[in-house]
């Protein structure tokens, strides 16, 4: 039986249970990967190079994507927290250029939001919206966002979330960055018993700092 965030959100196609995690991750995002992930067909980024090259899309560009596409494609997690969610699974396309270079799409929305989940010429994963907001250094960050965050909703004996000029109020002296999230837009703090997620992509995105937005998770353990 498919869990309950699953229903109504996977395509009419094969699912998969993942056995072969990407490499790269900490031992909590594989094993959050493994125990929550599923696994659904894609097309081929080969598929649509012949096209894309008559339309003058880099041949360097189709091999980045197609690269992302073997290492992640198809990938299908729990909700994320923020994001309304987050990409519905993880699959390159629309590849488009500007002045930066050329970046691709990560994956589909899942729900209607007002911006794209993309990947960077440098290869941040973002949204796209009025402007671009880097969420975190690599889609590895993305993936062990997601883990913490569903570590921490589990343990966690209290939940907080603070939004807009209330996330100034908070006091993280004495709390270390999380480096394996590789945060940008999106940060996470660890504290004697808590952890801290910042969350600001939306804010960066339309330039509307009373978007930001503070989760903060007590009474947890070593």
């Known amino acids: 039986m498919l869990p309950p965030w699953l229903l109504g959100s996977v395509p009419r196609v094969n699912l998969y249970l993942i056995n072969d995690v990407p490499d790269g991750l900490t031992r909590r995002a594989r094993s959050f990967v493994v125990a929550h992930g599923i696994k659904v067909d894609v097309r081929p980024v080969e598929g649509h ?61 899942r729900t209607a939001v007002p911006y794209s989940f993309m990947i960077s010429p440098s290869g941040e994963f973002g949204i796209q919206g009025d402007e671009w907001a880097p969420l975190h250094a690599t889609i590895e960050g993305w993936v062990e966002s997601l883990a913490l965050a569903h570590h921490a909703s589990m343990w966690a004996r209290q939940v907080t979330k603070l939004v807009g000029d209330d ?44 978007g930001r937005i503070a989760v903060i998770y007590s009474g947890l353990d070593d």
């Open 167 to 210: 996330v100034d109020g908070i006091d993280l002296n004495g709390y270390a960055s999380v480096r394996e999230v590789m945060g940008l837009a999106d940060t996470w703090w660890r504290g004697p018993d808590s952890l801290v997620a910042l969350y600001s992509g939306e804010a960066t995105a339309f330039d509307f700092p009373k």
């Open 49 to 109: 190079r012949q096209w894309w090259l008559e339309r003058d899309i880099p041949a360097a560009v189709i091999d980045r994507m197609a690269a992302f596409q073997e290492r992640w494609g198809g990938l299908l997690l729990p909700p994320a927290p923020q994001y309304d969610g987050g990409p519905k699974y993880l699959d390159p396309d629309s590849p488009e250029a500007d002045s930066a270079g050329w970046w691709f799409e990560a994956g589909m929305q």
